[in-house]
Nanobody, 123 residues
Framework: QVQLAESGGGLVQAGGSLRLSCAASGSSSSNYNMGWFRQAPGKERDFVAVIDWSGYSTFFANSVKGRFTISKDKAKNTAYLQMNNLKPEDTAVYYC????????????????WGQGTQVTVSS
């Protein structure tokens, strides 16, 4: 079992920045690729970014490429999503997820999920 706990959401003005954290725990949790998804009200859960278990490879959705970065502190087994130049359309609940598969974007390919953290970007 893998447990994921997100933190760092909040309210920010357009053009601002936020950093989300996802702390992973449990057996073999360090061997999973860690992804971020987001879900706006009435919409599907969309892929945002993923980092591989080693922390060396990353992959982003086109909608956030160049604005968001993802990193991993292996010692803390924690992944971070740095969000810059935020836009109102980035408003959503952001979820951390873990997958044994690399570079997959479908939510069904992720085995474990955090509880989500709200990000609201005001215009």
């Amino acid at each position: 079992q893998v447990q994921l706990a997100e933190s760092g959401g909040g309210l920010v003005q357009a053009g601002g920045s936020l950093r989300l954290s996802c702390a992973a725990s449990g057996s073999s949790s360090s061997n999973y690729n860690m992804g971020w998804f987001r879900q706006a009200p009435g919409k599907e859960r969309d892929f945002v970014a993923v980092i591989d278990w080693s922390g060396y490879s990353t992959f982003f959705a086109n909608s956030v490429k160049g604005r968001f970065t993802i990193s991993k502190d292996k010692a803390k087994n924690t992944a971070y999503l740095q969000m810059n130049n935020l836009k109102p359309e980035d408003t959503a609940v952001y979820y951390c997820a873990a997958s044994p598969h690399w570079r997959v974007v479908a939510p069904g390919q992720y085995n474990y999920w955090g509880q989500g953290t709200q990000v609201t970007v005001s215009s």
